[in-house]
Protein backbone atom coordinates (compact mmCIF):
# COMPACT_ATOMS: atom_id res chain seq x y z
CA UNK A 1 0.00 0.00 0.00
CA UNK A 2 1.26 3.29 -0.73
CA UNK A 3 0.46 4.55 3.19
CA UNK A 4 3.00 1.40 4.25
CA UNK A 5 5.54 2.88 6.70
CA UNK A 6 8.92 2.24 6.19
CA UNK A 7 11.63 1.61 8.68
CA UNK A 8 13.51 4.95 9.49
CA UNK A 9 17.55 3.96 9.05
CA UNK A 10 18.21 4.63 12.47
CA UNK A 11 16.62 1.75 14.02
CA UNK A 12 18.50 -0.90 12.10
CA UNK A 13 20.73 -1.10 15.08
CA UNK A 14 17.66 -2.37 17.51
CA UNK A 15 16.89 -5.90 18.52
CA UNK A 16 14.26 -6.99 16.18
CA UNK A 17 12.24 -9.39 18.71
CA UNK A 18 12.29 -6.79 21.02
CA UNK A 19 11.13 -4.09 19.24
CA UNK A 20 8.33 -5.83 17.57
CA UNK A 21 7.11 -6.43 20.72
CA UNK A 22 7.01 -2.74 22.54
CA UNK A 23 5.31 -1.85 18.65
CA UNK A 24 3.03 -4.67 18.82
CA UNK A 25 1.71 -3.45 22.51
CA UNK A 26 1.40 0.20 21.73
CA UNK A 27 -0.75 -0.69 19.15
CA UNK A 28 -2.87 -2.93 21.08
CA UNK A 29 -3.42 -0.56 23.88
CA UNK A 30 -3.99 2.02 21.01
CA UNK A 31 -6.81 -0.24 19.33
CA UNK A 32 -8.72 -0.54 22.40
CA UNK A 33 -8.95 3.17 23.02
CA UNK A 34 -9.37 4.24 19.86
CA UNK A 35 -12.25 1.66 19.81
CA UNK A 36 -14.09 2.97 22.72
CA UNK A 37 -14.21 6.81 21.78
CA UNK A 38 -15.17 5.31 17.97
CA UNK A 39 -18.31 3.35 19.89
CA UNK A 40 -18.55 3.64 23.14
CA UNK A 41 -20.67 -0.08 23.19
CA UNK A 42 -17.81 -1.66 21.01
CA UNK A 43 -17.08 -5.44 22.00
CA UNK A 44 -13.86 -5.23 23.34
CA UNK A 45 -13.11 -9.19 22.21
CA UNK A 46 -14.51 -7.96 18.60
CA UNK A 47 -11.73 -5.15 18.74
CA UNK A 48 -9.27 -7.60 19.23
CA UNK A 49 -9.89 -10.35 17.37
CA UNK A 50 -9.64 -7.82 14.68
CA UNK A 51 -6.55 -6.44 15.58
CA UNK A 52 -5.22 -9.72 15.93
CA UNK A 53 -6.33 -10.47 12.42
CA UNK A 54 -4.85 -7.48 11.02
CA UNK A 55 -1.49 -8.18 12.77
CA UNK A 56 -1.54 -11.11 11.14
CA UNK A 57 -1.75 -9.64 8.04
CA UNK A 58 0.68 -7.73 8.30
CA UNK A 59 3.21 -10.20 9.51
CA UNK A 60 2.17 -12.09 6.42
CA UNK A 61 2.66 -9.29 3.87
CA UNK A 62 6.18 -9.21 5.32
CA UNK A 63 6.20 -5.61 5.62
CA UNK A 64 9.16 -3.23 6.89
CA UNK A 65 8.14 -3.60 10.57
CA UNK A 66 7.59 -7.26 11.11
CA UNK A 67 11.45 -7.77 11.13
CA UNK A 68 14.18 -5.50 12.13
CA UNK A 69 16.81 -8.57 12.30
CA UNK A 70 16.08 -9.24 8.63
CA UNK A 71 16.88 -6.03 7.44
CA UNK A 72 20.31 -5.87 9.21
CA UNK A 73 20.77 -9.60 8.39
CA UNK A 74 20.65 -8.62 4.51
CA UNK A 75 23.29 -5.35 4.71
CA UNK A 76 26.08 -7.78 4.96
CA UNK A 77 24.90 -10.01 2.29
CA UNK A 78 24.83 -7.59 -0.40
CA UNK A 79 28.04 -6.33 0.00
CA UNK A 80 29.10 -9.86 -0.16
CA UNK A 81 27.47 -10.36 -3.68
CA UNK A 82 28.99 -9.18 -6.86
CA UNK A 83 26.72 -7.00 -9.00
CA UNK A 84 26.60 -5.72 -12.81
CA UNK A 85 24.47 -3.58 -14.46
CA UNK A 86 23.03 -4.25 -18.18
CA UNK A 87 21.07 -2.84 -21.15
CA UNK A 88 18.10 -4.66 -22.41
CA UNK A 89 14.86 -4.11 -23.82
CA UNK A 90 11.76 -5.07 -24.82
CA UNK A 91 11.40 -5.68 -28.48
CA UNK A 92 7.88 -4.79 -29.95
CA UNK A 93 8.81 -6.76 -32.97
CA UNK A 94 7.19 -10.24 -33.67
CA UNK A 95 9.02 -11.84 -36.53
CA UNK A 96 11.67 -14.20 -35.61
CA UNK A 97 14.43 -14.02 -37.34
CA UNK A 98 15.04 -17.99 -38.67
CA UNK A 99 15.26 -18.29 -42.58
CA UNK A 100 13.67 -20.99 -42.85
CA UNK A 101 10.10 -19.73 -41.06
CA UNK A 102 7.43 -19.85 -43.52
CA UNK A 103 5.65 -16.94 -41.30
CA UNK A 104 7.96 -14.86 -40.70
CA UNK A 105 10.26 -14.54 -43.65
CA UNK A 106 7.53 -11.63 -45.15
CA UNK A 107 7.96 -9.84 -41.94
CA UNK A 108 10.02 -6.65 -42.52
CA UNK A 109 10.31 -6.16 -39.04
CA UNK A 110 12.00 -9.42 -36.89
CA UNK A 111 13.01 -9.21 -33.64
CA UNK A 112 15.69 -6.94 -32.81
CA UNK A 113 19.68 -8.39 -32.59
CA UNK A 114 20.93 -5.24 -30.34
CA UNK A 115 19.02 -3.04 -27.64
CA UNK A 116 20.14 -0.05 -29.44
CA UNK A 117 19.23 1.13 -32.86
CA UNK A 118 22.24 1.30 -35.56
CA UNK A 119 22.27 5.07 -36.04
CA UNK A 120 20.59 8.53 -34.10
CA UNK A 121 20.08 11.66 -34.78
CA UNK A 122 21.03 15.32 -34.29
CA UNK A 123 18.65 17.15 -31.52
CA UNK A 124 16.29 14.38 -31.94
CA UNK A 125 14.08 14.50 -29.42
CA UNK A 126 11.71 11.90 -28.09
CA UNK A 127 13.49 9.09 -30.39
CA UNK A 128 16.37 7.50 -28.17
CA UNK A 129 14.95 4.05 -28.49
CA UNK A 130 15.69 0.88 -29.43
CA UNK A 131 15.27 -0.29 -33.28
CA UNK A 132 11.38 -1.33 -32.80
CA UNK A 133 10.59 1.87 -30.58
CA UNK A 134 10.31 0.24 -27.24
CA UNK A 135 12.40 1.81 -24.64
CA UNK A 136 16.02 1.39 -23.73
CA UNK A 137 16.11 -0.21 -20.13
CA UNK A 138 18.92 -0.46 -17.45
CA UNK A 139 18.80 -3.64 -15.31
CA UNK A 140 20.88 -4.36 -11.96
CA UNK A 141 21.86 -8.36 -11.98
CA UNK A 142 24.41 -10.00 -10.08
CA UNK A 143 26.85 -10.84 -12.10
CA UNK A 144 27.12 -15.02 -11.06
CA UNK A 145 24.08 -15.80 -11.78
CA UNK A 146 22.56 -12.90 -14.60
CA UNK A 147 19.35 -12.67 -12.20
CA UNK A 148 17.63 -9.55 -11.31
CA UNK A 149 18.93 -8.17 -8.47
CA UNK A 150 17.59 -5.10 -5.71
CA UNK A 151 19.37 -3.24 -3.18
CA UNK A 152 18.24 -1.75 0.18
CA UNK A 153 19.47 1.65 -0.59
CA UNK A 154 19.00 3.91 -3.66
CA UNK A 155 21.60 3.95 -6.41
CA UNK A 156 22.64 6.40 -8.68
CA UNK A 157 23.32 5.68 -12.40
CA UNK A 158 25.63 7.87 -14.81
CA UNK A 159 25.07 7.69 -18.30
CA UNK A 160 28.32 8.67 -20.57
CA UNK A 161 28.37 8.87 -23.94
CA UNK A 162 31.90 7.30 -25.27
CA UNK A 163 33.80 7.59 -28.70
CA UNK A 164 34.57 4.17 -29.86
CA UNK A 165 34.73 1.00 -27.91
CA UNK A 166 35.77 1.52 -24.21
CA UNK A 167 37.50 -1.88 -23.20
CA UNK A 168 37.95 -1.09 -19.83
CA UNK A 169 40.78 1.26 -20.00
CA UNK A 170 41.20 4.64 -19.57
CA UNK A 171 37.53 5.55 -19.08
CA UNK A 172 38.31 9.84 -19.35
CA UNK A 173 40.24 9.03 -22.35
CA UNK A 174 36.91 7.95 -24.33
CA UNK A 175 34.32 10.78 -22.65
CA UNK A 176 32.82 11.81 -26.35
CA UNK A 177 33.15 15.81 -26.30
CA UNK A 178 30.63 18.59 -27.54
CA UNK A 179 31.20 21.38 -29.95
CA UNK A 180 32.57 23.63 -27.68
CA UNK A 181 34.22 22.99 -24.48
CA UNK A 182 30.85 23.92 -22.51
CA UNK A 183 28.60 21.96 -24.70
CA UNK A 184 27.90 18.16 -23.59
CA UNK A 185 28.05 15.60 -26.37
CA UNK A 186 24.88 13.79 -25.01
CA UNK A 187 21.89 16.31 -23.13
CA UNK A 188 18.85 15.94 -20.94
CA UNK A 189 16.66 18.75 -21.12
CA UNK A 190 19.67 21.18 -20.50
CA UNK A 191 23.40 20.73 -21.16
CA UNK A 192 24.75 18.18 -17.88
CA UNK A 193 27.51 15.53 -18.04
CA UNK A 194 26.79 12.94 -17.16
CA UNK A 195 22.93 12.74 -17.10
CA UNK A 196 22.06 10.77 -13.65
CA UNK A 197 19.50 8.63 -12.90
CA UNK A 198 18.07 6.35 -10.06
CA UNK A 199 17.17 2.82 -9.28
CA UNK A 200 14.91 2.96 -6.09
CA UNK A 201 15.52 0.60 -3.06
CA UNK A 202 14.11 -2.72 -3.59
CA UNK A 203 13.66 -2.39 -7.40
CA UNK A 204 16.03 -3.41 -10.52
CA UNK A 205 14.87 -1.51 -13.52
CA UNK A 206 15.14 2.03 -14.99
CA UNK A 207 14.31 3.67 -18.07
CA UNK A 208 16.51 5.25 -19.96
CA UNK A 209 14.75 8.51 -21.32
CA UNK A 210 13.75 8.68 -24.77
CA UNK A 211 14.31 12.45 -24.96
CA UNK A 212 17.62 12.26 -24.47
CA UNK A 213 19.12 13.88 -27.07
CA UNK A 214 22.97 14.65 -28.52
CA UNK A 215 24.60 18.16 -29.82
CA UNK A 216 27.36 17.06 -32.07
CA UNK A 217 27.47 14.09 -34.86
CA UNK A 218 29.78 11.08 -34.52
CA UNK A 219 31.25 11.29 -37.71
CA UNK A 220 33.00 14.25 -36.64
CA UNK A 221 34.78 12.43 -33.95
CA UNK A 222 37.84 10.54 -34.16
CA UNK A 223 36.47 6.79 -33.74
CA UNK A 224 33.00 7.79 -36.10
CA UNK A 225 30.94 5.66 -33.26
CA UNK A 226 29.75 6.45 -29.64
CA UNK A 227 28.67 4.14 -27.15
CA UNK A 228 26.32 4.50 -23.95
CA UNK A 229 27.82 3.78 -20.67
CA UNK A 230 26.19 3.37 -17.52
CA UNK A 231 27.75 3.01 -14.38
CA UNK A 232 27.56 3.57 -10.68
CA UNK A 233 28.20 7.38 -9.56
CA UNK A 234 30.20 5.85 -6.69
CA UNK A 235 28.02 6.90 -3.78
CA UNK A 236 26.63 3.53 -2.98
CA UNK A 237 28.23 1.66 -0.53
CA UNK A 238 27.97 -1.65 -2.55
CA UNK A 239 30.08 -1.87 -5.99
CA UNK A 240 28.30 -1.77 -8.89
CA UNK A 241 30.54 -3.17 -12.56
CA UNK A 242 29.42 -0.64 -15.94
CA UNK A 243 27.51 -1.49 -18.64
CA UNK A 244 28.49 -0.23 -22.36
CA UNK A 245 26.15 -0.96 -25.14
CA UNK A 246 27.09 -1.85 -28.68
CA UNK A 247 28.60 1.37 -30.89
CA UNK A 248 25.88 3.33 -33.16
CA UNK A 249 26.19 6.72 -35.23
CA UNK A 250 25.03 9.32 -34.40
CA UNK A 251 23.89 11.90 -37.87
CA UNK A 252 22.31 14.46 -38.79
CA UNK A 253 18.99 14.95 -39.87
CA UNK A 254 19.85 15.37 -42.93
CA UNK A 255 20.97 11.79 -43.01
CA UNK A 256 17.70 10.84 -42.82
CA UNK A 257 16.49 10.51 -46.40
CA UNK A 258 19.44 8.22 -47.05
CA UNK A 259 18.25 5.95 -44.10
CA UNK A 260 17.99 1.99 -45.89
CA UNK A 261 15.13 -0.29 -44.09
CA UNK A 262 16.38 -3.28 -42.83
CA UNK A 263 14.40 -5.45 -45.27
CA UNK A 264 12.89 -3.80 -48.34
CA UNK A 265 10.26 -4.41 -49.67
CA UNK A 266 10.54 -6.27 -53.16
CA UNK A 267 8.70 -4.27 -55.12
CA UNK A 268 10.81 -1.07 -53.70
CA UNK A 269 13.05 1.43 -55.30
CA UNK A 270 16.55 -0.14 -55.89
CA UNK A 271 17.62 2.90 -54.32
CA UNK A 272 16.67 1.46 -50.93
CA UNK A 273 19.35 -1.28 -50.97
CA UNK A 274 22.49 -0.29 -49.06
CA UNK A 275 25.58 0.85 -51.21
CA UNK A 276 22.94 2.11 -54.06
CA UNK A 277 23.75 5.57 -53.87
CA UNK A 278 22.50 8.73 -56.02
CA UNK A 279 24.96 8.12 -58.72
CA UNK A 280 24.66 4.23 -58.89
CA UNK A 281 20.99 4.47 -58.82
CA UNK A 282 21.38 7.01 -61.66
CA UNK A 283 23.44 4.08 -63.92
CA UNK A 284 20.83 1.79 -62.55
CA UNK A 285 17.39 3.54 -63.86
CA UNK A 286 19.42 3.76 -67.32
CA UNK A 287 21.65 0.65 -67.81
CA UNK A 288 20.95 -0.21 -71.31
CA UNK A 289 21.95 3.22 -72.24
CA UNK A 290 25.19 3.38 -69.89
CA UNK A 291 26.20 0.01 -71.54
CA UNK A 292 26.03 1.79 -75.56
CA UNK A 293 27.86 4.64 -73.80
CA UNK A 294 30.63 2.45 -72.98
CA UNK A 295 30.15 -0.31 -76.28
CA UNK A 296 29.42 -2.95 -73.62
CA UNK A 297 26.89 -5.59 -75.02
CA UNK A 298 26.10 -7.05 -71.80
CA UNK A 299 23.48 -10.19 -72.35
CA UNK A 300 21.10 -10.29 -69.31
CA UNK A 301 19.80 -13.78 -69.54
CA UNK A 302 16.85 -12.19 -67.43
CA UNK A 303 13.87 -9.85 -68.40
CA UNK A 304 14.69 -6.30 -67.43
CA UNK A 305 11.28 -5.04 -68.32
CA UNK A 306 12.49 -1.74 -69.17
CA UNK A 307 15.83 0.47 -70.25
CA UNK A 308 17.46 -0.43 -66.51
CA UNK A 309 16.81 -1.65 -63.05
CA UNK A 310 14.27 0.08 -61.23
CA UNK A 311 13.04 -2.18 -58.39
CA UNK A 312 14.60 -4.65 -55.93
CA UNK A 313 13.00 -8.02 -57.70
CA UNK A 314 15.22 -6.12 -60.92
CA UNK A 315 18.42 -5.88 -59.07
CA UNK A 316 18.03 -9.60 -57.83
CA UNK A 317 17.56 -10.93 -60.77
CA UNK A 318 20.30 -8.90 -62.52
CA UNK A 319 22.43 -10.05 -59.54
CA UNK A 320 21.31 -14.08 -60.08
CA UNK A 321 22.70 -13.69 -63.65
CA UNK A 322 25.85 -11.76 -62.74
CA UNK A 323 26.85 -14.04 -60.37
CA UNK A 324 27.20 -16.83 -62.94
CA UNK A 325 29.54 -14.96 -64.84
CA UNK A 326 32.81 -13.51 -63.48
CA UNK A 327 33.76 -11.65 -66.47
CA UNK A 328 30.11 -10.29 -67.13
CA UNK A 329 30.42 -9.40 -62.98
CA UNK A 330 33.23 -7.73 -63.66
CA UNK A 331 32.27 -5.35 -66.50
CA UNK A 332 28.91 -4.41 -64.70
CA UNK A 333 31.01 -3.50 -61.40
CA UNK A 334 33.00 -0.81 -63.53
CA UNK A 335 30.31 -0.05 -65.15
CA UNK A 336 28.49 1.01 -61.76
CA UNK A 337 31.51 1.90 -60.49
CA UNK A 338 31.16 -0.52 -57.49
CA UNK A 339 33.67 -2.55 -55.82
CA UNK A 340 33.43 -5.92 -54.77
CA UNK A 341 32.49 -5.35 -51.33
CA UNK A 342 29.89 -2.58 -51.57
CA UNK A 343 28.62 -5.09 -54.41
CA UNK A 344 28.24 -7.77 -52.36
CA UNK A 345 26.41 -6.02 -49.51
CA UNK A 346 24.25 -4.79 -51.73
CA UNK A 347 23.37 -7.99 -53.13
CA UNK A 348 23.30 -9.19 -49.59
CA UNK A 349 20.36 -6.91 -48.44
CA UNK A 350 18.29 -7.71 -51.69
CA UNK A 351 18.21 -11.33 -50.60
CA UNK A 352 16.46 -9.61 -47.77
CA UNK A 353 13.69 -8.74 -49.37
CA UNK A 354 9.89 -9.28 -48.68
CA UNK A 355 7.16 -9.70 -50.50
CA UNK A 356 3.41 -8.47 -49.86
CA UNK A 357 1.83 -10.81 -47.76
CA UNK A 358 -1.47 -10.34 -46.26
CA UNK A 359 -2.31 -14.00 -45.84
CA UNK A 360 -4.23 -14.51 -42.57
CA UNK A 361 -1.88 -16.43 -39.31
CA UNK A 362 -3.65 -19.10 -37.54
CA UNK A 363 -3.47 -20.84 -34.72
CA UNK A 364 -4.81 -24.46 -33.73
CA UNK A 365 -5.36 -26.33 -30.65
CA UNK A 366 -8.13 -29.52 -30.49
CA UNK A 367 -11.22 -27.90 -32.24
CA UNK A 368 -10.12 -24.27 -31.35
CA UNK A 369 -8.68 -22.40 -34.24
CA UNK A 370 -7.77 -18.53 -33.74
CA UNK A 371 -7.20 -16.46 -36.96
CA UNK A 372 -5.18 -13.27 -35.88
CA UNK A 373 -4.87 -10.68 -39.02
CA UNK A 374 -1.63 -10.00 -41.00
CA UNK A 375 -0.65 -7.20 -42.92
CA UNK A 376 2.30 -7.01 -45.43
CA UNK A 377 3.86 -9.46 -43.11
CA UNK A 378 3.39 -8.39 -39.80
CA UNK A 379 1.29 -10.40 -37.10
CA UNK A 380 -1.08 -8.60 -35.11
CA UNK A 381 -1.11 -10.52 -32.13
CA UNK A 382 -3.23 -8.07 -29.75
CA UNK A 383 -6.40 -10.47 -30.62
CA UNK A 384 -7.55 -12.78 -32.73
CA UNK A 385 -10.09 -11.35 -35.33
CA UNK A 386 -12.10 -14.43 -35.37
CA UNK A 387 -12.55 -17.63 -33.04
CA UNK A 388 -13.39 -21.17 -34.70
CA UNK A 389 -14.76 -23.89 -32.31
CA UNK A 390 -15.26 -26.93 -34.78
CA UNK A 391 -18.01 -25.10 -37.67
CA UNK A 392 -18.85 -22.03 -35.63
CA UNK A 393 -17.66 -18.85 -35.76
CA UNK A 394 -17.35 -16.36 -33.17
CA UNK A 395 -16.50 -12.51 -33.81
CA UNK A 396 -14.17 -10.96 -30.58
CA UNK A 397 -15.30 -7.80 -31.50
CA UNK A 398 -19.56 -8.72 -31.14
CA UNK A 399 -18.08 -10.54 -27.86
CA UNK A 400 -18.94 -8.50 -24.47
CA UNK A 401 -16.30 -9.00 -21.75
CA UNK A 402 -17.79 -12.42 -20.25
CA UNK A 403 -17.87 -13.86 -23.52
CA UNK A 404 -14.64 -12.78 -24.30
CA UNK A 405 -12.94 -14.43 -20.91
CA UNK A 406 -13.96 -18.07 -22.31
CA UNK A 407 -11.22 -17.31 -25.01
CA UNK A 408 -8.58 -15.27 -23.22
CA UNK A 409 -6.51 -19.13 -22.09
CA UNK A 410 -6.79 -19.71 -26.02
CA UNK A 411 -5.35 -16.37 -26.62
CA UNK A 412 -2.39 -16.28 -23.96
CA UNK A 413 -1.26 -19.63 -25.03
CA UNK A 414 -1.37 -18.63 -28.74
CA UNK A 415 0.67 -15.87 -28.35
CA UNK A 416 3.52 -17.73 -25.76
CA UNK A 417 3.25 -20.44 -28.87
CA UNK A 418 4.03 -17.66 -31.30
CA UNK A 419 6.94 -16.94 -29.35
CA UNK A 420 8.37 -20.35 -28.80
CA UNK A 421 11.25 -21.32 -31.29
CA UNK A 422 9.10 -22.54 -34.53
CA UNK A 423 6.03 -21.29 -33.48
CA UNK A 424 4.31 -24.79 -32.54
CA UNK A 425 0.25 -24.56 -33.56
CA UNK A 426 0.95 -21.71 -35.86
CA UNK A 427 0.03 -21.80 -40.05
CA UNK A 428 -0.91 -19.60 -42.65
CA UNK A 429 -4.43 -19.94 -43.75
CA UNK A 430 -6.31 -19.01 -46.67
CA UNK A 431 -9.99 -17.28 -45.81
CA UNK A 432 -12.03 -19.27 -43.63
CA UNK A 433 -15.32 -19.75 -45.49
CA UNK A 434 -18.00 -17.70 -44.98
CA UNK A 435 -20.97 -19.68 -45.32
CA UNK A 436 -20.57 -20.63 -41.32
CA UNK A 437 -22.83 -19.55 -38.38
CA UNK A 438 -21.19 -16.00 -38.06
CA UNK A 439 -22.78 -15.07 -34.50
CA UNK A 440 -23.67 -18.24 -32.54
CA UNK A 441 -23.43 -17.11 -29.20
CA UNK A 442 -21.31 -19.26 -26.05
CA UNK A 443 -23.28 -21.51 -24.01
CA UNK A 444 -22.84 -21.34 -20.80
CA UNK A 445 -21.75 -24.97 -20.16
CA UNK A 446 -18.51 -24.46 -22.96
CA UNK A 447 -15.40 -26.01 -21.16
CA UNK A 448 -12.71 -23.62 -21.74
CA UNK A 449 -10.98 -23.95 -18.38
CA UNK A 450 -8.55 -27.17 -20.10
CA UNK A 451 -6.47 -26.00 -23.07
CA UNK A 452 -5.54 -28.63 -25.53
CA UNK A 453 -2.00 -29.38 -26.40
CA UNK A 454 -0.94 -26.68 -29.51
CA UNK A 455 0.10 -29.11 -32.51
CA UNK A 456 3.84 -28.74 -33.54
CA UNK A 457 4.74 -27.25 -36.58
CA UNK A 458 5.17 -29.91 -39.11
CA UNK A 459 4.02 -28.81 -42.35
CA UNK A 460 5.46 -25.17 -44.32
CA UNK A 461 2.60 -25.19 -46.74
CA UNK A 462 1.46 -21.86 -47.93
CA UNK A 463 -2.42 -22.56 -47.09
CA UNK A 464 -4.24 -24.77 -45.60
CA UNK A 465 -8.31 -25.19 -45.30
CA UNK A 466 -10.41 -25.59 -42.44
CA UNK A 467 -11.43 -29.26 -42.24
CA UNK A 468 -7.64 -30.01 -43.18
CA UNK A 469 -6.94 -28.29 -39.44
CA UNK A 470 -9.30 -29.96 -37.36
CA UNK A 471 -8.29 -33.36 -38.55
CA UNK A 472 -6.27 -35.60 -35.88
CA UNK A 473 -4.38 -32.44 -33.43
CA UNK A 474 -5.06 -33.99 -30.09
CA UNK A 475 -1.91 -34.92 -28.63
CA UNK A 476 -0.64 -35.33 -24.85
CA UNK A 477 2.04 -32.53 -23.10
CA UNK A 478 -0.11 -29.11 -22.92
CA UNK A 479 0.82 -27.80 -19.30
CA UNK A 480 5.19 -29.03 -19.47
CA UNK A 481 4.62 -26.88 -22.41
CA UNK A 482 3.03 -24.00 -21.27
CA UNK A 483 5.52 -24.15 -17.86
CA UNK A 484 8.16 -24.05 -20.12
CA UNK A 485 7.38 -21.33 -22.09
CA UNK A 486 6.70 -18.98 -18.85
Same mark, same amino acid.
Given at each position: MSDEPTLPAALLGFQGEELENYVRARIRHFARRFATRINPLADANAVEEVLENVLKEEIEANVE #? /? !??? #? %?? /? %??? /????? !?? %?? %???????? #????? !? !?????KNNPDVVCEKDFAKSYYIGDSGKFTAACRANILVELIEEDSGEAATLQEDLTIELWALEGTYNGEDFDAHIAQGEKPTESFMTLGKANQPICLTIPANESILEVPADLTFTRGSEKLDAKSVMLCARSSGQSTIPVKEACSDTFRVLTRRSRLSLKPDRPSIEASVKSLCCIGDKTFEKLQNLKEECAKQNLDLDFATPLGGPGVTTVREFCEMSIAVEKDPVLKDRVLKLLGMSEESWAEASRHASTAVIQDNVNRVWVSGDIVLVYECILGKVDLSAPKQVWRSENLYLPENMDPSEWSNWCDYHDCACRCWFAVGHPGWRRATHLASSHNSSVPLSDSTNTDRIETPLPLVSTDDTIRLEDLLQNLDVEGASSFLDSST
Open positions: #V /E !STR #V %KR /E %KRP /EEANR !SY %KL %KFLHLCQN #VGCRL !S !SCQLC
